[in-house]
């Protein structure tokens, strides 16, 4: 593959490595704030997926969403209005259930209840979730462009492959796909994962992913 072209601008790859993830938990008290930031840290889901968006037509997440037995949530989505609303089954790991059991305890409901999950609003999520640079003194952009790249990541390191996480995740926005070119590209059988992705993955993986197009073409 050639060299990405210096001219070509080098964007520093915002993702949180686990002790980073960890210490944004400590700092979240409240147990829905919490649920909220595990979804999208942990399974990549977005904030109109979490809590329904009705320009786009899509409900929100449900308690009954929630299968703990076979460890999935169901998960309505439309990427553009154009699309049609589809519904995908995304698999729940054990971060996420731990969050979401403790957030349905202090409603003083059960997963055999009904109803929608979460009242908070689009701006609510991205105002707590800024807060959290301040309080955690982190030099990233905490939002949910950095968590879904996170979760993404997490993926990675789990063993699976980029067509995997795509279905997985129901679409990839454009500044997330330069991960999975680069993954695709260089990790084809993710067997140097663990090196690879050892905290912020590359710091240029937008300009990587430029020069893997570039040699394709």
């Known amino acids: 593959m050639p060299e990405p072209s210096n001219d070509l601008p ?18 979240l008290n409240d147990t829905q704030h919490r649920a909220i930031f ?8 977005t904030p109109s997926e979490i ?73 609510m999520v991205r105002h707590f979730l800024s807060n959290l640079e301040e309080k955690t003194g982190i030099k990233k952009p905490i939002d949910t462009t950095t968590l879904r790249r996170t979760a993404i990541v997490k993926m990675l390191r789990g063993g699976l492959k980029p067509d995997e996480i795509k279905k997985r995740l129901g679409f990839v926005r454009p500044q997330e796909e330069s991960i999975l070119i680069v993954s695709s590209y260089f990790l084809p059988d993710l067997g140097d994962y663990e090196r690879v992705f050892k905290d912020f993955l590359f710091d240029n993986m937008d300009t990587m992913a430029s020069g893997v197009r570039a040699s394709k073409n």
């Not at 595990?38 to 889901?45: F, K, N, Q, R």
């Open 51 to 123: 809590l329904g968006d009705e320009s786009l037509g899509i409900k929100g997440m449900y308690i009954q969403d929630l299968d703990t037995r076979n460890m999935t949530i169901k998960v309505q989505y439309r990427f553009k209005k154009d699309d049609r609303i589809t519904t995908r089954l995304a698999p729940m790991t054990a971060p996420v259930l731990v969050a979401m059991r403790d957030y349905v305890a202090s409603k003083n409901q059960t997963f055999n209840d009904f109803g929608k999950l979460f009242d908070l609003s689009d701006r």
């Open 10 to 27: 080098v964007h520093k790859l915002c993702v949180l490595n686990s002790g980073e993830v960890e210490k944004c938990l400590l700092e």
């Open 38 to 45: 595990s979804l999208i840290v942990e399974m990549g889901l």
